[in-house]
């Protein structure tokens, strides 16, 4: 199906259904035509993209001491994960990773890779993990020397509260690097505002690029810090920083039609008003979703105060016509994909707020869904009892 162009969005090229997922996510016309040149990666007017790109990364912190670095590193963004704990990690050294999801469990077993030491809070698939706790362990293990949190837990789409989170780490000297994939761009992490050292995100998230690349933001004293650590040559961050600085180039094949697309996206990003503004897009497409949704009956699985304005998880109805593959193939015919979910206990769905959309193409996906309920035979999309029973513990 061919979705109409909104007030001053246009829709996905070629009829495409929108990505109403955590990214790869929607991106505008301007960014897919960017990637329509060639670059020569030695070449100064690509050295001039890069500098221009570090530039406006580092920007959205807030730096006003010029204490932060910008490095950016070809890959997913778990490359940028495993090379911010294998550069700022000494070898004898002990983390701390939070983990309420799949994104804080991934770095735990990315620490098993290096082989480095580590130990977890693993508070299941949505529970916050609170100053106090992180604070309680770390007065219990002084060999912990860092501290992993993940800013916004995609997985379930939880906002975690990182900067409790920060003041129990640096009230008791140690370091905080954030996983905040996800959640930069669009949520603050202004350094005058809440402490870390490092944070990670990556091009296809909440700046609306494209695949291909991701950075890590990092105290330049760490990066000075960082040289000999890594485990790895082509994740080294200190190594790519030193190249970088001296040289303007990426040390490797960077991906130049990406980092191209980039740049047209973190114009338009500032163009929109910057970190503020997208985030308050994202709220308010998040906003008109979840209303129009409880108003189907769908129950979402945290309460306000977590939900966050990437992505949102809802319950699947209990209803025995509600089939999650049927739900998903009728709602892509109405040019929506939406997510699977990633619980454990219940069965679940996600629905992505972020990407080139706004609140007009959140009330259609509201009006699909109704509509996809109906050809389902589904008359109420309440969940199960099991599924409230899950989320009063939240409360609790
Ligand atoms: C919080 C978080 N961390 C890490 C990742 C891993 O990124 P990638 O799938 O690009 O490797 C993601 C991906 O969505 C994420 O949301």
């Known amino acids: 199906m061919r979705v109409s162009p909104v007030e001053g969005f246009d829709p996905p090229a070629l009829g495409e259904p929108y990505l109403l997922t955590p990214g790869p996510l929607t991106t505008s016309y301007a960014v897919k035509q960017a990637m329509l040149r060639d670059w020569g990666s030695w070449d ?10 570090r530039r406006r990364l580092l920007a959205l912190i807030g730096d006003t001491k010029s204490e932060y670095d910008c490095v950016p590193i070809q890959g997913s963004g778990s490359f940028c994960v495993e090379a911010m704990l294998g550069s700022f990690v000494p070898k004898d050294s002990k983390v701390l990773v939070l983990a309420n999801g799949a994104y804080g469990l991934r ?16 508070k299941g698939d949505y529970l916050p993990p ?92 760490e990066l000075e810090k960082a040289k000999g650590n890594s485990h790895s040559l082509s994740l080294d961050i200190h190594a790519q920083w030193a190249a970088m600085e001296k040289t303007g180039q990426w040390r490797f094949t960077p991906p130049t ?69 049927h739900f998903y193939e009728l709602m892509k015919g109405k040019g929506f994909i939406i997510y699977p979910g990633k619980l454990t206990v219940v069965d679940s769905f996600r629905v992505g707020c972020i990407g080139r959309m706004d609140e007009h193409v959140m009330r259609r996906v509201v009006e699909a869904a109704r509509q996809s309920l109906a050809e389902m035979g589904v008359a109420d999309a309440a969940p199960p009892q099991a599924a409230l029973a899950e989320r009063a513990k939240l409360a609790a």
């Open 44 to 53: 100064g007017d690509f050295r001039a993209m890069t500098a221009d790109l």
């Open 130 to 221: 609170r100053g106090d706790e992180v604070g309680a362990a770390l007065d219990a293990d002084p060999a912990i020397t860092h501290v992993l949190a993940i800013h916004c837990e995609t997985s379930s789409g939880i906002l975690n509260p990182v900067a409790e989170i920060s003041e129990a780490v640096y009230a008791r000297g140690r370091k905080l690097l954030v996983d905040s994939m996800s959640a930069f761009g669009a949520i603050p992490l202004e350094v005058g505002k809440i402490r870390y050292e490092a944070m990670v995100s990556s091009a296809n998230k909440c700046i609306e690029g494209v695949p291909g690349f991701g950075f890590v933001i990092a105290r330049k004293s």
């Open 257 to 325: 039609h990406v980092v191209a697309a980039f740049l047209e996206a973190l114009r338009m990003h500032e163009a929109e008003g910057g970190v503020a503004a997208r985030g308050a897009r994202y709220m308010k497409n998040r906003n008109v979703m979840v209303e129009g949704m409880r108003a189907l009956g769908f129950e979402t699985l945290l309460s306000d105060r977590w939900l966050s304005p990437i992505i949102v998880t809802f319950f699947c109805p209990s209803d025995g016509n509600f089939v999650f593959e």
């Open 107 to 122: 770095a735990a077993q990315t620490m098993q890779y290096l082989g480095r030491a580590f130990t977890l809070i693993d």
